[in-house]
Every structure is written in structure tokens, then in C-alpha cells.
């Protein structure tokens, strides 16, 4: 059951499209989702959803406003009669982009969709593309997986700022970005045929809800995706999921999690590792390990100002992880030639 509290907000710490943070009286810090609730100031008195905190979460693990009691009524319209986080208190209008006339089952002309299971894996591969072909445009699609609010995304920010994303869709309960859709098949529709994508990353926001068991985490949707994908005519490339820095066996090489989604995944998908790492022999049939010689991403990423972390490890302390990303990635580029963009409508 959740947990609520009234405090008092006593400094605003920042502030972007979408979200606030700001620091409670007696409470430490918390975030507004502006575009349910509006924003706040300073001397407000707010309601606070702490379940999170007491929970002692990790990620996600902040104290989140539920209401500003400083306001009787709030009335902020949006574009269309889709709901998203329907038939909670927080339910909004944000539309679908699905509401515009599309051709009812496209063909995505073998645009590459990388498909990633940790909302990490978003920046390593958007990085390594860029770097290696910055006239590509790349689209996120992010799922329901995680994060429902794409304002919570620091990481997804932090891309936009360094030119590394060309668009974003939020697909399902998932709300905030450029384009709204239903579905993510429509998301991927969507990124290639409006947002004119050459290499669309789909993958969860902030968080990942996993369990002991092998099919109790979110990180099974990556099998749908990479499924629909395929039959929409893409490219679908799983990014594997792997560590040398994780403590817990079942994370260590290539994760349960990738495991379990590719055994979910009727079709066979390319699988691409680093070359010499020893993680091709893990990779199940029918699907195909592909060894990617791959560069340094530690100084990669330096080199563009960004520093990710995966579980609060970088580059230097799970090595593996961030080259498993970027082997996926380099494969994406490998599938477009030179000047192979496909000119979209």
C-alpha cells in the first residue's frame, strides 16, 4: 500500500520541461511531474508519496509530489482523448500520434532496431553510433517497461543537449515525448516514418523491475519488440545484457534477463558481443552471436562530455556491459551502408 505525507517545500533544485526537483522540510529531495500535477514553489505545501523511500528502493528511489495543496484546481488540456496511466487519479490526455491516418501495417524498409532491456543501454549505443556516423538519426522509443514519465530520464537530457537523439516516442503508459503512440509497433512506425529515423534504440525508461524468477521482469518485453519488429520489416538487433562487475551470478556474462527474452523470441535475432570476450558460446539458437571488434567506450564517451553508469558502475568497473552495448551498436551501423539512408514520408 502506498504512503503519504504533507511537507513543506523549502528550495527549488532544478528545473526542466516536465519535471522539478526540489527539496522537502524534513524530507530531503523529491520530483514534480509537472505535466500532471503543474509545478510548485517554494513555501508550497505539497502531498508526498514516499513509498519509494520507505521502501528503500534504489532506482526510483525518491520521494515523489502528489499534490500541491497551495492549488484548489488545476486544468491544463491536452491534444487529444488518448489516455495515458488510465483510470488512476493521474490519468492525462496526452493524445496519440496513431489518431493521424497511417498505413495500417507498414514496411519499415530494414531500418535497424536495436533492442536493449536497461535504460543505460539507451546512451552507450545512441554514443557509438554517433560517433561512428553522425549523419544518422537516431530515434528512442521507450516502453512502459520502467519510468512512465520520460522528464525523469537525466540520461535522455543529457543526449538531447549533445545532439546525440534526433527524436524521442513514448509508447504505452509512457508519456513525455516528442511523438504519443498506443503501441510500441506503432512507435516504431512512428520513429522511422515521422521522426525519419535511420536507427531507432528501443528500450524502458530509468528502472527495470525484476524478480528472482525467470519470467518475473520487465525485461521480458524485449522478446515482443524484437518479434515486431521483424514483421514490421526492420532490422531487429538484440543488445544483450552483460557484466564482469555485477555480484550476482545470475547478471554475471549474459544476463537471465537476456537469456529468458531470447528464449521467449521465436525468430532468430543477431546477438552481437565483443569479440574475444567469450560470451558468443552463451548465445542461444536459433539466434546468432555476432563478434564485433569494439573500441574503447570509456574514452568514447569521454570524448563527447558523457559519463553512463550501469547500476552505478562506468566503464572501468564493468567493462563488459558497456562493450556488449557497443558491439550491438557498431552492428546496427554495419547493416547501413555508406550513404545507405532511406528516404522517409
Request: aromatic share 2%; charged share 15%; glycine share 10%.
Amino acid at each position: 500500500m502506498p504512503s503519504f505525507r504533507t511537507r513543506r517545500v523549502v528550495s527549488i533544485l532544478s528545473e526542466r520541461p516536465g519535471l522539478q526537483r526540489v527539496e522537502l522540510e524534513h524530507d530531503g529531495p523529491a520530483y514534480v511531474l509537472t505535466q500532471l500535477i503543474g509545478d510548485v514553489a517554494v513555501g508550497d505545501e505539497v502531498v508526498v508519496n514516499t513509498t519509494a523511500v520507505d521502501l528503500g528502493l534504489g532506482t526510483g528511489g525518491w520521494h515523489v509530489v502528489h499534490w500541491n495543496l497551495a492549488r484548489r484546481d488545476l486544468h491544463q488540456p491536452g491534444p487529444g482523448h488518448i489516455m495515458k496511466i488510465r483510470y488512476t487519479s493521474l490519468q492525462v490526455d496526452t493524445g496519440a500520434a496513431e489518431d493521424e491516418e497511417l498505413a495500417e501495417f507498414p514496411d519499415l524498409h530494414g531500418v535497424p532496431v536495436l533492442v536493449g532491456s536497461l535504460h543505460s543501454q539507451v546512451g552507450v549505443a545512441a554514443a557509438v553510433i554517433k560517433t561512428l556516423r553522425p549523419d544518422l538519426r537516431i530515434s528512442y522509443v521507450m516502453t512502459d517497461g520502467a519510468a512512465l514519465p520520460l522528464a525523469l530520464s537525466d540520461l535522455v537530457a543529457d543526449l538531447r543537449v549533445r545532439g546525440l537523439l534526433d527524436g524521442t516516442v513514448t509508447a504505452g503508459h509512457a508519456f513525455g515525448g516528442d511523438l504519443e503512440v498506443v503501441s510500441v509497433p506503432a512507435g516504431l512506425q512512428l520513429s522511422v516514418q515521422r521522426q525519419r529515423a535511420d536507427v531507432v534504440i528501443c528500450a524502458m525508461g530509468p528502472g527495470v523491475v525484476g524478480t528472482a524468477s525467470a519470467l518475473g521482469t520487465t525485461a521480458v518485453e524485449v522478446a515482443g519488440i524484437l518479434t515486431a519488429a521483424a514483421q514490421l520489416g526492420a532490422r531487429p538487433v538484440a543488445i544483450a545484457r552483460a557484466s564482469s562487475g555485477d555480484a550476482r551470478p545470475r547478471h554475471r556474462g549474459i544476463s537471465h534477463h537476456t537469456l529468458t527474452a531470447l528464449a521467449l523470441t521465436p525468430g532468430p535475432v543477431p546477438v552481437p558481443v565483443a569479440a574475444g570476450s567469450g560470451l558468443a558460446a552463451s548465445v542461444p539458437v536459433p539466434h546468432v552471436a555476432v563478434e564485433v571488434d569494439v573500441p574503447d567506450v570509456g574514452a568514447l564517451m569521454a570524448n563527447l562530455g558523457l559519463r553512463i553508469t550501469t547500476m552505478g558502475r562506468g566503464p572501468e568497473a564493468d567493462p563488459m556491459f558497456f562493450q556488449t552495448v557497443a558491439a550491438a551498436a557498431m552492428h546496427a551501423v554495419n547493416l547501413i551502408g555508406p550513404s545507405d539512408t532511406v528516404a522517409r514520408t
